[in-house]
């Protein structure tokens, strides 16, 4: 299928989308966060607070590789994080249900700007703190009794949104 080898993909354009991860404790789901990452050309990850940070054998499981070719760092706190990646001119878009959330599906991405992608807790979703230091927040909408997705699934699809109004611009370069 003419994959790029991890130096090749390291080195190639990405989008302009940074996901950060808010104290998500599941190894398998740092592995399918990074995979998912790596799939999409992710610019960037960051693990913040609890997250699991250590790309050991639970991690490569999901990954397959992703911890090697996705540019991905620790932050021990989210707003750190948060406040370096607005300070280089990234809007800071939540993934959470909150009220005046907007629907993803709605969400006009501009492929000029810069976005970083928050996502939560496995149980308790994004913390309140972050959530009000973000400049929008989306929201998947669901139609069954359960009102969230695994984190690994919800990131994935909110990167696919970006993915496919960013895709045309990376495959121009």
């Not at 740092?30 to 913040?48: H, K, N, Q, Y």
């Not at 992703?66 to 620790?74: G, K």
């Not at 800071?92 to 807790?121: H, M």
Request: charged letters at 25%; a negative charge; hydrophobic letters at 45%.
């Amino acid at each position: 299928m003419a994959r790029p080898d991890v130096e090749t993909f390291r080195r190639a354009d990405k989008m302009p989308v940074a996901l950060v991860v808010d104290n998500v404790r599941s190894l398998n789901n740092i592995g399918s966060l990074l995979r998912t990452s790596d799939g999409f050309a992710v610019a960037e990850v960051w693990l913040c607070g609890i997250s699991a940070v250590e790309p050991g054998p639970e991690v490569h499981k999901t990954a397959l590789g992703a911890e090697d070719s996705v540019d991905w760092r620790h932050c021990a706190g989210t707003l750190e994080a948060l406040d370096a990646l607005r300070r280089r001119g990234f809007t800071i878009c939540c993934l959470e249900q909150v009220v005046d959330s907007i629907e993803l599906q709605d969400y006009a991405v501009d492929t000029s700007a810069r976005y970083a992608v928050v996502v939560g807790n496995e149980v308790d979703g994004v913390d309140p703190a972050v959530v009000d230091a973000c400049d929008v927040c989306l929201e998947i909408p669901q139609l069954g009794t359960k009102h969230s997705l695994n984190v690994a699934v919800s990131a994935a699809v909110a990167l696919w949104h970006f993915y496919e109004r960013f895709l045309p611009v990376l495959r121009k370069k």
